[in-house]
């Protein structure tokens, strides 16, 4: 008995790892590794597995890296990976078929299921190879077999024909026999040749008889029957015999037929007879000549061909197939539920028929774009339906391609994303509703220390305490109006008008509000001006000349918090951060400090919730900071090496007098 197929589990929590080995050891060879670099070190001296089932969230290498690691080894990169892990957002399902997984498992885990996921998986993995194989094999076979049989057939042609050139003839024939031989014996596996009479009696047949029908040897089957040459099943002899007789009665050249045989082995097999009528000339007789093919993994692999399609109809998404021009050639069963368009009435239509006028021309020329360079578009698009209503969906649009490497046609696959964008919606009213009712209260907390104020028979420690109260109030008034800011920038609602403002005090202070964690991480911050160095107090107004920059004051400051705070929390401790303004066309304002950014972390640095190594970051920082740069028409970008071991961030302000 075969050995069954091998799994590697990697996770870092020991129970996951329990679970998993007891779940599919019954089934098979499992290999469990609690890190990525474990899991390295096992293929390094253990043959790779048949499937890896990989948790995302371990540390120091996580499973996307794991994952990218092993697809660069080439025992392991046709392998297919299995995410297990606990996030569930979309951002981490696409990540982690960016970066090569075959499949996308929850926790917590249901061994069943996870059981399911990994047979289907392996089965299709299977189902790939031997496709491959079989449909390469038999296209190869049958052209060779064709070329090598025509050639036969022109030499015996030219033979009676030109008897003046018969030793030459004779010796092109024989060369052609000799070919013929090699062919059908290094094809035996595959298929054989045979001649027979019209009764059904066998006169011819070549080696590849044995090895295919696993009985007599073709020495020992000239002279008997076809029909008693195999098990044949009695439907296909049946069908087999009607045919031949309406061939021969009909006086046609050629015919083709099926036959199913059981092999010594117990199992079922498949020939494809391709049979043509000659008249032999020393005979004197009518023959039938032909080839017997070994079809048996090819008709495996139509019905598993009729099964994919199956599934491709009973999907509950959509699968829309178009030419180069977009226009619609095939469509399954969910596209006529969903659009309300019957397949009938798209074939042939443009894919603009689904168009809702909700998107603009730029929107479909990157769209394109993406499609026109080989690339597979994600989205989300607004369509519109048959009765004219409106419907969001969430997109993948691919290019196909043919063995040349060429684009034959596009696929793409549409999620219904309806219930989802009516969360979103509520959540926006949510949150919107909560930010304007936190200010009412506030402006109690704001206001009635000033009245305290008032009264001058309060000591000093209650007045400090009730400024410390008011100063709350007011720094908390100021974030949720920042935040409310930050929502109008994500939905484009937030109109900035560039005041001319003095660049330094807001440095100062922003530079003033990170002193007690510097102290704490006994980091330095250095500071220059035009490449002059420059104190971190900062002289007063009246003792420098100001660096004027047309911004949101407000902003402005929150930015430069944000991008400094930042620094301090990824600067090793007792290192120093430089932060330098360069005063030319414009202001450039860069900081510095020691540490790359991860590698997996730069595609994604300025994004909503990304972080890395902290406990307690939220993700927002880079993020926001990004987000005012861009609200107030300034550029930040990012660079980081690591032969440095360094990180710069550079913002551009553009020059006062043509700031818009």
Same mark, same amino acid.
């Given at each position: 008995m075969s050995n069954p197929p091998s799994i590697l589990v990697v996770d870092d929590q020991v129970d996951n790892l329990k679970l998993l080995f007891s779940a599919l050891?019954?089934?098979?060879?499992?290999?469990?590794?609690?890190?990525?670099?474990?899991?390295?070190?096992?293929?390094?001296?253990?043959?790779?597995?048949?499937?890896?089932?990989?948790?995302?969230?371990?540390?120091?290498?996580?499973?996307?890296?794991?994952?990218?690691?092993?697809?660069?080894?080439?025992?392991?990169?046709?392998?297919?990976?299995?995410?297990?892990?606990?996030?569930?957002?979309?951002?981490?399902?696409?990540?982690?078929?960016?970066?090569?997984?075959?499949?996308? @498992?929850?926790?917590?885990?249901?061994?069943?299921?996870?059981?399911?996921?990994?047979?289907?998986? !392996?089965?299709?993995?299977?189902?790939?190879?031997?496709?491959?194989?079989?449909?390469?094999?038999?296209?190869?076979?049958?052209?060779?077999?064709?070329?090598?049989?025509?050639?036969?057939?022109?030499?015996?042609?030219?033979?009676?024909?030109?008897?003046? %050139?018969?030793?030459?003839?004779?010796?092109?024939?024989?060369?052609?026999?000799?070919?013929?031989?090699?062919?059908?014996?290094?094809?035996?596996?595959?298929?054989?040749?045979?001649?027979?009479?019209?009764?059904?009696?066998?006169l011819f047949v070549t080696e590849g008889f044995k090895r295919l029908l696993g009985g007599l040897t073709p020495e020992d089957a000239i002279g008997l029957s076809w029909r008693n040459l195999a098990e044949w099943s009695p439907e296909s002899l049946a069908n087999v015999?009607?045919?031949?007789?309406?061939?021969?009665? !009909?006086?046609?050249?050629?015919?083709?037929?099926?036959?199913?045989?059981?092999?010594?082995?117990?199992?079922?097999?498949?020939? %494809?007879?391709?049979?043509?009528?000659?008249?032999? *000339?020393?005979? %004197?007789?009518?023959?039938?000549?032909?080839?017997?093919?070994? @079809?048996?993994? *090819?008709?495996?692999?139509?019905?598993?061909?009729?099964?994919l399609a199956r599934a491709v109809e009973q999907a509950p998404v959509t699968i829309t197939m178009t030419d180069l021009n977009g226009d619609i050639l095939y469509v399954n069963p969910h596209f006529t539920r969903l659009s309300g368009f019957s397949q009938e009435e798209v074939r042939g239509e443009n894919s603009r028929l689904l168009k809702s006028g909700k998107h603009d021309d730029d929107f479909y020329r990157a769209m394109w774009d993406t499609l026109l360079?080989?690339?597979?578009?994600?989205?989300?698009?607004?369509?519109?339906?048959? *009765?004219?209503?409106?419907?969001?969906?969430?997109?993948?649009?691919?290019?196909?391609?043919?063995?040349?490497?060429? @684009?034959?046609?596009?696929?793409?696959?549409?999620?219904?994303?309806?219930?989802?964008?009516?969360?979103?919606?509520?959540?926006?009213? @949510?949150?919107?509703?909560?930010?304007?009712?936190?200010?009412t209260p506030l402006n109690v907390v704001i206001n009635v220390p000033d009245l305290l104020l008032m009264?001058?028979?309060?000591?000093?420690?209650?007045?400090?305490?009730? %400024?410390?109260?008011?100063?709350?109030?007011?720094?908390?008034?100021?974030?949720?109006?920042?935040?409310?800011?930050?929502?109008?920038?994500?939905?484009?609602?937030?109109?900035?008008?560039?005041?001319?403002?003095?660049?330094?005090p807001i440095v100062k202070d922003v530079c003033a509000s990170v002193a007690q964690p510097l102290t704490r991480k006994q980091l330095r911050l250095t500071m220059l001006r035009n490449d002059q160095p420059l104190p971190v107090e900062i002289a007063t107004a009246g003792e420098r000349r100001p660096v004027m920059v047309p911004a949101n004051a407000r902003l402005l400051a929150s930015m430069l918090g944000n991008l400094l705070t930042n620094a301090v929390?990824?600067?090793?401790?007792?290192?120093?951060?430089?932060?330098?303004?360069q005063e030319h066309d414009g202001v450039e304002l860069q900081l510095c400090n020691r540490g790359a950014v991860p590698a997996a972390m730069r595609p994604c640095f300025f994004e909503k919730?990304?972080?890395?190594?902290?406990?307690?970051?939220?993700?927002?920082g880079t993020y926001s900071a990004k987000l005012m740069a861009d609200t107030m028409g300034f550029e930040l970008t990012m660079t980081t090496s690591d032969v440095e071991d360094r990180t710069c961030l550079l913002l551009r302000i553009p020059p006062v007098a043509t700031a818009e």
């Open positions: 050891k019954p089934d098979y060879r499992v290999r469990v590794a609690n890190s990525g670099a474990e899991a390295l070190d096992l293929l390094r001296s253990f043959p790779a597995p048949d499937l890896f089932l990989l948790d995302i969230m371990m540390p120091e290498m996580d499973g996307y890296a794991l994952c990218q690691r092993l697809k660069t080894i080439p025992a392991a990169s046709e392998t297919p990976v299995i995410f297990l892990t606990a996030r569930d957002r979309p951002e981490d399902e696409e990540r982690g078929f960016e970066v090569g997984a075959v499949d996308y @498992v929850t926790k917590p885990v249901n061994p069943r299921l996870v059981r399911a996921r990994i047979k289907a998986q !392996l089965a299709l993995a299977a189902q790939l190879r031997q496709a491959r194989r079989a449909v390469q094999a038999s296209n190869k076979l049958v052209a060779r077999v064709a070329r090598e049989r025509d050639d036969q057939q022109t030499q015996n042609a030219s033979l009676a024909r030109e008897i003046a %050139e018969r030793e030459k003839a004779e010796a092109a024939l024989r060369e052609s026999q000799a070919r013929f031989a090699r062919l059908t014996s290094q094809l035996a596996d595959r298929l054989f040749f045979f001649t027979n009479a019209p009764a059904g009696e066998l015999i009607d045919e031949s007789r309406r061939w021969l009665r !009909l006086g046609r050249e050629k015919a083709r037929f099926e036959l199913c045989f059981r092999h010594p082995d117990d199992d079922w097999r498949r020939l %494809e007879i391709h049979a043509y009528r000659i008249f032999d *000339q020393e005979r %004197e007789q009518e023959l039938i000549e032909g080839i017997a093919l070994d @079809v048996t993994e *090819q008709r495996a692999l139509d019905a598993r061909l009729r099964t360079r080989g690339e597979t578009w994600r989205g989300e698009l607004i369509n519109k339906n048959k *009765q004219g209503q409106l419907y969001w969906v969430e997109a993948a649009i691919s290019p196909v391609f043919d063995e040349q490497g060429e @684009v034959q046609n596009y696929v793409a696959v549409k999620q219904d994303i309806k219930d989802r964008k009516e969360l979103e919606s509520i959540k926006e009213d @949510v949150e919107r509703i909560m930010r304007h009712d936190l200010k009264d001058d028979s309060l000591s000093g420690e209650f007045r400090e305490d009730i %400024e410390l109260i008011r100063e709350s109030g007011r720094r908390m008034l100021e974030m949720i109006e920042l935040s409310l800011d930050l929502f109008k920038m994500e939905t484009g609602q937030l109109r900035v008008s560039a005041n001319p403002i003095d660049l330094m929390e990824a600067s090793p401790p007792g290192e120093t951060i430089h932060l330098a303004i919730y990304r972080t890395h190594g902290k406990t307690s970051g939220t993700g927002l």
